[in-house]
């Protein structure tokens, strides 16, 4: 579900007070202008590296050492003395990385990497004030935290398990050499995106800093059929300036309709006591809206900072444009235009889900829905508004499934019977996903509470009846647990 960007736009910090007249000019928080600043300054040190620190100039160790200097600076400038947490952790996770035994590495750093990120979630709300973000230093914790498990996920594939017992995505992502401390410092720590994120693979990265990244990206495409004597040279230029116009608008989008529709409204007497039902229900999508612009802000921004250094390239699409996207959060578009819960999620805190899914969902044995949600859950911390949502998230997923599953085929005989599907589904999925990440956004229990009794807890009445009432099928064409190479080899001697 909605995932809080690491050090976004609702963060105060203890670190750098240098801007702080810049802030009460302009009147916005210290920590916003600090994270700001920090992501701008990126920026520009991204564009530097590319261009003066690129692979055919220098070598690894040193492209290694600059991004590993200036992250941990600017987790310093940040979050002041509370980046010793994120120090504690990587060197923690480090020692497990070359002590454990492959077999049980992934669980080892799973366990402490996640254990040490909820103490530091509880800690920071019950030794400080209960619902105030104060010193939020878990952001650069909680991206560490997925890189770390993916890391040593992927060594576990690549060192602790057969390959025929692998999917094709865990063969092509299995790291087969552990990472010398240079190598995991800079993975866990780089500069583009220690702060914001986001998580990436350890495979694309060391590619990245070898000069490998893009070459690789390119082979996949038979360039000669399409005119070229030589592979082409794509430059994020293009990428990068379009992704700052957007961010450009978000933060336009922040500072104006956030600012107008704060969360505050839905836990107002008139909202409560005195509106409809139906003007609670356009309330409620609205500003759920407002509360969007400051993740599109921190996540474009962050992406168009790595794609700024010269990472982030996945391929040429079908028209043959370069595509800058492979460590893209979002897709804006697919998200506001959304049909279905699943459609959604896939397209909101992408890198997260797709984390969620390697750890998680393609690893459980049983109730992997329910595990990867309570997974997603404890990683965002512990304000129970995280948790309402979640749960709430379940069931409402279950129950879209079950509807889509039932209900879909009768629409697919004609175009306009499926755009009136559509527009139907449209409208239940942004009304659903609103209802279901507000307790997220409002964190303690009575606000949320409050919320739901004034909305009649109609969503979760509707979703329950759905599943006690409607036959449960199966997915079409969709299996959960991934293809091995073994299942493949079986499948063709048959």
Same mark, same amino acid.
């Given at each position: 579900?909605a995932a809080?960007?690491?050090?976004s736009?609702?963060?105060r910090?203890t670190g750098?007070?240098?801007?702080?007249p810049?802030?009460?000019?302009?009147?916005i928080?210290?920590?916003?202008v600090?994270?700001?600043?920090?992501?701008?300054f990126a920026?520009f040190a991204?564009?530097?590296?590319?261009?003066y620190?690129s692979?055919g100039?220098?070598?690894?160790n040193?492209?290694?050492?600059?991004?590993t200097?200036f992250?941990?600076?600017?987790?310093? #400038?940040?979050f002041?003395?509370?980046?010793i947490?994120? #120090?504690v952790?990587?060197?923690?996770?480090?020692g497990?990385m070359?002590?454990?035994n492959?077999?049980?590495?992934h669980?080892?750093?799973?366990?402490?990497?996640?254990?040490?990120?909820?103490i530091c979630?509880? !800690?920071?709300?019950?030794?400080f004030?209960?619902?105030?973000?104060?010193?939020? #230093?878990?952001?650069?914790?909680?991206i560490?935290?997925?890189?770390?498990?993916?890391l040593?996920?992927?060594?576990?594939?690549?060192?602790?398990?057969?390959?025929?017992d692998?999917?094709?995505?865990?063969h092509?992502?299995?790291?087969k050499?552990?990472?010398?401390?240079?190598e995991?410092?800079?993975?866990?720590?780089?500069?583009m995106?220690?702060?914001?994120?986001p998580?990436?693979?350890?495979?694309d990265?060391?590619?990245f800093?070898?000069?490998?990244?893009?070459h690789?990206?390119?082979? @996949? *495409?038979?360039w000669?059929? %399409?005119?070229?004597?030589?592979?082409?040279e794509p430059?994020?230029? %293009?990428?990068?300036i379009?992704?700052l116009?957007?961010?450009?608008? !978000?933060?336009?989008?922040?500072?104006?309709?956030t600012k !107008? #529709?704060?969360?505050?409204?839905l836990?107002?007497?008139?909202?409560?006591?005195?509106?409809?039902f139906?003007t609670?229900l356009?309330?409620?999508?609205?500003?759920?809206?407002? !509360?969007?612009?400051?993740?599109?802000f921190?996540w474009?921004?962050?992406?168009?900072?790595?794609n700024a250094?010269?990472?982030?390239?996945?391929? *040429?699409?079908?028209?043959g444009?370069?595509?800058?996207?492979l460590?893209?959060n979002?897709?804006i578009?697919k998200? @506001?235009?959304?049909?279905?819960?699943?459609?959604?999620? @896939?397209?909101?805190?992408i890198?997260?889900?797709t984390w969620l899914?390697?750890?998680c969902?393609e690893r459980?044995p049983w109730?992997?829905?329910?595990l990867?949600?309570?997974?997603?859950?404890?990683?965002h911390?512990?304000?129970p508004g995280y948790?309402f949502?979640?749960?709430?998230?379940?069931?409402?997923?279950?129950?879209?499934r079950?509807v %889509?599953?039932n209900?879909?085929?009768y629409?697919?005989s004609s175009?306009a019977?499926?755009?009136?599907?559509d527009? *139907?589904?449209?409208?239940?999925?942004q009304?659903?996903?609103?209802?279901?990440v507000?307790?997220?956004?409002?964190?303690?229990?009575e606000p949320?509470?409050?919320?739901y009794k004034s909305?009649?807890f109609?969503?979760?009445?509707?979703s329950?009846l759905i599943?006690?009432?409607?036959?449960?099928?199966?997915?079409?064409?969709i299996q959960r647990?991934p293809q091995?190479?073994?299942?493949v080899?079986k499948?063709?001697?048959?």
């Amino acid at each position: 579900m909605a995932a809080e960007p690491p050090s976004s736009l609702s963060y105060r910090t203890t670190g750098s007070t240098c801007l702080h007249p810049l802030s009460e000019l302009l009147g916005i928080p210290l920590d916003q202008v600090n994270f700001v600043a920090c992501q701008v300054f990126a920026l520009f040190a991204a564009l530097w590296f590319r261009i003066y620190l690129s692979p055919g100039k220098t070598s690894p160790n040193v492209r290694h050492a600059f991004v590993t200097i200036f992250g941990i600076y600017f987790v310093i #400038f940040c979050f002041g003395w509370y980046s010793i947490h994120l #120090f504690v952790l990587v060197l923690m996770c480090y020692g497990i990385m070359v002590t454990a035994n492959v077999s049980s590495i992934h669980r080892y750093s799973f366990f402490v990497a996640m254990g040490y990120l909820t103490i530091c979630h509880i !800690s920071r709300i019950y030794i400080f004030h209960y619902g105030i973000l104060t010193t939020d #230093f878990s952001g650069p914790l909680m991206i560490v935290t997925q890189k770390i498990t993916t890391l040593a996920f992927q060594v576990h594939d690549g060192l602790g398990r057969r390959a025929e017992d692998l999917s094709a995505e865990q063969h092509r992502l299995a790291v087969k050499v552990k990472p010398s401390f240079l190598e995991y410092l800079s993975y866990l720590l780089n500069f583009m995106s220690v702060i914001a994120g986001p998580c990436n693979n350890f495979k694309d990265y060391i590619a990245f800093i070898e000069g490998r990244h893009i070459h690789t990206k390119l082979l @996949e *495409v038979n360039w000669k059929q %399409r005119g070229f004597h030589s592979l082409p040279e794509p430059s994020p230029t %293009r990428a990068v300036i379009r992704k700052l116009c957007m961010t450009l608008v !978000s933060l336009l989008l922040f500072l104006t309709l956030t600012k !107008s #529709f704060p969360v505050t409204c839905l836990v107002d007497d008139w909202f409560v006591h005195k509106a409809n039902f139906l003007t609670r229900l356009c309330y409620l999508y609205i500003v759920m809206q407002a !509360s969007k612009p400051k993740y599109y802000f921190a996540w474009t921004l962050a992406d168009a900072v790595n794609n700024a250094a010269g990472f982030g390239f996945s391929g *040429v699409d079908k028209n043959g444009n370069f595509c800058w996207d492979l460590l893209s959060n979002l897709n804006i578009w697919k998200i @506001e235009t959304a049909t279905s819960f699943k459609m959604y999620l @896939e397209n909101w805190n992408i890198q997260t889900a797709t984390w969620l899914k390697r750890v998680c969902y393609e690893r459980v044995p049983w109730y992997p829905t329910v595990l990867t949600f309570v997974l997603s859950a404890l990683w965002h911390g512990v304000y129970p508004g995280y948790y309402f949502t979640f749960l709430t998230g379940i069931l409402i997923t279950v129950a879209s499934r079950t509807v %889509r599953n039932n209900y879909r085929c009768y629409f697919l005989s004609s175009k306009a019977l499926k755009v009136v599907y559509d527009v *139907v589904t449209w409208a239940a999925t942004q009304l659903a996903v609103s209802y279901t990440v507000a307790p997220f956004v409002m964190l303690a229990v009575e606000p949320t509470i409050s919320l739901y009794k004034s909305m009649y807890f109609y969503l979760h009445i509707i979703s329950l009846l759905i599943i006690l009432f409607l036959p449960i099928k199966p997915h079409a064409h969709i299996q959960r647990q991934p293809q091995t190479l073994n299942s493949v080899n079986k499948k063709k001697k048959d």
